[in-house]
């Protein structure tokens, strides 16, 4: 049985980093996109960052980029995002999100293309 466990969210003051985690079990990850979403208080879910399982392109939201990196380690298993310079609006519950269809990236952000998603971390960026 597929299962994410998330871990790495927390309090942080603005300007400070964050390590979020995602390892998998019951699935292994190697070849599929899977990416991060979030989603704050009283707005939609929003696409964050993704990487493509063939040859590991990324895309970011443009206000994350050279902030945030996306990467996954295959022998581990686990998807990670290491989070620099964070800012009070980056404040959400952050998913993990897999695309079990695709090796490569289609549609980076829609969220009708992954179909599994892991139970969020939060995530504040407050001083």
């Known amino acids: 049985q597929l299962q994410f466990v998330e871990s790495g969210g927390g309090l942080v003051q603005p300007g400070g980093s964050l390590r979020l985690s995602c390892a998998a079990s019951?699935?292994?990850?190697?070849?599929?996109?899977i990416g991060w979403f979030r989603q704050a208080p009283g707005k939609e879910r929003e696409g964050v960052a993704c990487?493509?399982?063939?040859?590991?392109?990324?895309y970011y939201k443009n206000s994350v980029k050279g902030r945030f990196t996306i990467s996954r380690d295959n022998a581990k298993n686990t998807l990670y995002l290491q989070m620099n310079s964070l800012k009070p609006e980056d404040t959400a519950v952050y998913y993990c999100?897999?695309?079990?269809?695709?090796?490569?990236?289609?549609?980076?952000?829609?969220?009708?293309?992954?179909?599994?998603w892991g139970q969020g971390t939060q995530v504040t960026v407050s001083s």
């Open positions: 990487i493509s399982g063939t040859d590991g392109t990324t």
């Open positions: 019951g699935f292994t990850l190697d070849h599929y996109v």
């Open positions: 999100a897999l695309d079990r269809a695709h090796t490569f990236v289609v549609l980076p952000f829609k969220e009708d293309v992954y179909d599994y």
